[in-house]
């Protein structure tokens, strides 16, 4: 599908259907307090992990292709039709913001601006080069967490979603975030075939 027959969709940014994000909401504050810092960490390598295997099994040419994929929870509607690629961009850009936020909120500081779904869409254009700095952006989410033994910060940066998150809430947001992608990934794979 390209031009005249690209599919349309919602805005970037547009969210989630209400009762979706009422569920999510819970579903995250429930995680969020019977996780912990090591079990957060652990789950954000698995998941990294479950990448590299997926992407192990797809060559240069596969990894471009846009696939238009059924609606995962707690996927914006905007993000069903990408590429393995764009979605290793889309994860790049979003670890490296979590590993600023929780690197800000653990010297007290709240980052400037407000965090937004729709920022962080990536190009159809994007490249091989994109698995070494999304590789990257996940060492930034584990040494943004390492650096601090206590990520319960009492300064908190909003998500558009799930509200003020204290550091804690961004590194458990970020293991959620790369599972949700990892789930797109299997979707997009399974659509090639």
Partial sequence: MTGNDEPQFDAPGAGLPWLELQLGKGLFALRRWMGSKSSFTVRFQREREAIRALLSTCDTESCTQRVLIKRPPGLEDSSRYWSLWM????????????????????????????????????????????????????????????????????????????????????????CTHMGLHRAQMERIIAGMK
Avoid at 112 to 123: F, L, M, Q
């Fill in 87 to 174: 979605t290793l961009d889309h994860l790049r850009m979003v670890n490296h913001g979590i590993a600023r936020t929780i690197g800000a909120l653990t010297k007290g500081i709240v980052p400037p601006g407000k965090a937004s779904t729709a920022a962080v869409k990536p190009s159809p254009e994007v490249g091989a080069d994109v698995v070494r700095t999304y590789e990257d952006s996940c060492e930034a989410v584990l040494s943004a967490a390492a650096a601090h033994s206590d990520l319960k910060t009492t300064a908190r940066f909003v998500h558009p979603w799930f509200g003020p998150l204290d550091a804690a809430g961004w590194h458990a947001l970020a």
